[in-house]
């Protein structure tokens, strides 16, 4: 795995940073996420690092690597290595662990289609965990365990009676409230979940500020419940507005032209790119020369932008 040294480390405490899932190569969305989570950490003498959230597929480091690189290329640097998610398995089995132990897991053997067929609580969110197998006996477990083997069961944090969902002041969001359920810490497969694993590598890592994408505001709430039950500090929130292609709908491979191994190959460098990202955050002119140090100086972190940006191809391009 390509690592970068960073030439500045601040001495600072607190870190923001940038969390990929190596599902494929990042797109102008994404690298537009990652330089605003550069710029706020960096702006706020933080220092930045990077995980790769690589828990839901077979390790691909080829997909990693040119993530890391294309981070690299637009100047966006980082403090120490990488770190795979995949690697802190035994701190995720721990935090599971700790909470069993506080009586706050059980075992669940739905299936997507058994929630989805599940009438839903009262006022509960749509596809909330409908509680199914919160209260079953013993007896009514081991039934259940047969019932699916070879499938195994999931296990779910057990929500405290009279638990109030967490609010939550994000910088760009204000306050959010959000909708708390019975959620996955481990799925049938062994597979950690997500809102877990997060909780317990931000923490782990040191990271007091999390920017990320605003798809992603509906779990805080759920992270915000885990750090409190395990004990954790809970970082700053930016949810930033996601880029949206030029049908109004989220920006996606699909749009075409949109990460930069399909840019260079139409002639539109890191730079340009960065130019074009730079411009749409408001901090440079069409086809300025720009360094991401040089967006530093005009980096204003109380201005973080508080609508999508749609980015409608190149200019000039059909
Ligand atoms: N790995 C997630 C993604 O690529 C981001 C998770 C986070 O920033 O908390 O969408």
Redesign the pocket.
Known sequence: MSTQGADVSPSGTGAGRY???PSGDLHLGNLRTALLAWLLARSTGRNFLIRI?DLDRARDAGTADRQLDDLASLGIDWDGEPVLQTSRGAEHDAAIERLARAGLVFECYCSRKDILAAPSAPHAPPGAYPGTCRDLTEEERGAARERIAPRSPALRLRVPDGTVPPVFDDLVLGAVHGDIDDLVLRRGDGTVAYNLA?VVDDAAQGIDQ?V??DD?APSTPRQILLQGLLGLPRPEYAHVPLVLGPQGKRLAKRDGAVTLADLRERGTGAQDVLGILAESLGLARPGERITTRGLLDRFDPRALPKHPWVYRGLPGAE
């Open positions: 969390a990929p899932s959230e997060v999390v990320r994408g992603l």
